[in-house]
């Protein structure tokens, strides 16, 4: 029997003067949609499990390990959470290149840690002919593709994706998405994905958090969340 | 060569030497403040950021006698690091180094500053995610990232470090071949009969070499931007 800790454990509070965040959730699937109308907290929630927020009181665990615990005073630093973050709008570096932006995380997660073959997400996410060029001349898709690679290279614990595809048109949304299931399905990555699109919350999401207005309203599968 | 005489070749020489030593030590001083600016938010923030641009602004013989009165063989910096380092800075080229390098320093910190508050502190927080540590974040992406700005700094607080007159002659004085630099020169020319033509072609070399500066920048920064490519 594996151990009963969930993967992802979030428990958070926090309070602005127009808007309070208060959120329970678990989750042991592979993808993990959180889903709800801009505003409703889905990225202060990627932040807080990222460690670049953290709430007034709540307690983060992931795949066993305690990030977040304003009880116990712990709040592990982002750079040690082994947590990759797939930005909205990919932030590659744009002073190196694409090998060296994917570098930038091998190099300070060393390949022993359970770390991923380079090679392999480089030809998965086929970004092999890109290497050698910088990020500004990358079309919107291949800076996705970058990024992902990236942040898989990272040899991160849990992969946490903010809209990733917002900025693409539906093409470039379909080859992503494609991608997306095989990370999962490759790489055994679990992978924590925020969007308000119910297209991406169908094909992808194992399971589903919906929120509003800074609450959980609703989990389940995307079926039992969304209808049939 | 160009028929300057020894005396001119030494301002030339010591110019150029003061100014390197002025701006380059102040460089590091400039990249903590700048950074800490920019980033911290501190209680006295904006006295400590008044009084690294009071140079700019007070007229430099008040930079100079406060220099001579922290700096000088009394002064209790001054003692404390002669003390340490065997180091004088009174009546000697390193005061004048000194004295140029305080009157640069807010240009300098200007330029990088700005150059810190441009920064996407997004890509910090990527940089960060990918397991560097803050330490790391700076070397490996906001200091490259800044580098066009801090060129500038430089070459700026050069450039008036070379031109620095004022603080430097009321905290070291006029000495040839020790604290005599070319503005210095060029006042000394002015004030002796038959002086016109060396003050003039002294003049001549502070052109030149503040033409030379700001081209290398241009050529430089251009260098950077392409390397860099378009920010988004």
């Known amino acids: 029997m594996k151990e009963a800790k969930p993967l992802l454990s979030v428990q958070a509070l926090q309070k602005w003067p127009d808007f309070t965040l208060d959120v329970a959730f678990e989750s042991d699937r592979a993808i993990t949609a959180l889903f709800g109308p801009s505003g409703s907290g889905k990225s202060t929630i990627l932040n807080m499990i990222a460690g670049v927020r953290k709430p007034d009181s709540g307690r983060i665990t992931v795949a066993g390990n305690v990030l977040t615990d304003t009880e116990a005073r712990i709040f592990v630093p982002p750079h040690k959470r082994r947590i990759g973050f797939v930005f909205q709008d990919a932030q590659l570096f744009p002073h190196l290149t694409v090998q060296q932006n994917i570098k930038f995380a091998q190099w300070f997660n060393p390949a022993e840690k359970r770390g991923l073959p380079l090679e392999a997400v480089v030809e998965t996410l086929g970004i092999g002919a890109l290497l050698k060029r910088r990020p500004a001349t990358l079309s919107g898709g291949e800076r996705h593709r970058v990024a992902l690679a990236r942040a898989l290279l990272s040899s991160p614990r849990i992969l946490l994706m903010d809209e990733p595809l917002s900025a693409l048109d539906d093409a470039r949304r379909a080859e992503i998405m494609g991608l997306i299931e095989r990370i999962r399905d490759e790489f055994a990555v679990p992978i924590v994905y925020v969007t308000h699109r119910v297209d991406e919350v169908r094909r992808l999401a194992s399971r589903v958090i919906r929120l509003n207005a800074g609450r959980v309203v609703d989990t389940g599968s995307a079926a039992e969340v969304l209808g049939p | 060569m160009f028929g300057f005489s020894p005396d001119e070749w030494m301002a030339i020489e010591l110019s150029l030497r003061v100014a390197t030593v002025g701006t380059l030590a102040g460089l590091p001083v400039a990249l903590v403040a700048a950074y800490a600016l920019a980033r911290w938010r501190f209680p006295g923030k904006i006295i400590l950021d008044g009084l690294l641009h009071l140079p700019l602004v007070l007229p430099p013989v008040v930079t100079g006698y406060f220099l001579l009165l922290t ?109 005599q630099t070319i503005p210095s020169a060029i006042y000394t020319y002015t004030q002796v009969p038959g002086g016109e033509s060396q003050a003039l072609r002294l003049s001549m070399v502070s052109i030149a070499i503040a033409m030379v500066a700001l081209i290398v920048s241009e050529v430089l920064n251009r260098r950077i931007q392409k390397r860099i490519a378009v920010f988004e």
């Open chain 2, 71 to 179: 700096f000088g063989k009394q002064g209790a910096v001054g003692k404390a690091i002669y003390d340490l380092f065997g180091i004088t800075f009174s009546f000697r080229w390193t005061g004048a180094a000194l004295a140029c390098g305080v009157m640069g320093f807010p240009l300098m910190l200007r330029a990088i500053r700005l150059s810190f508050e441009a920064i996407d502190r997004r890509l910090e927080k990527a940089a960060g995610t990918l397991g560097a540590n803050p330490y790391w974040t700076f070397l490996l992406v906001t200091l490259p990232l800044a580098l066009p700005g801090v060129l500038v700094g430089v070459i700026l607080c050069f450039a008036k470090a070379l031109g620095e007159f004022g603080a430097t002659i009321t905290f070291v004085s006029n000495i040839p071949g020790e604290t």
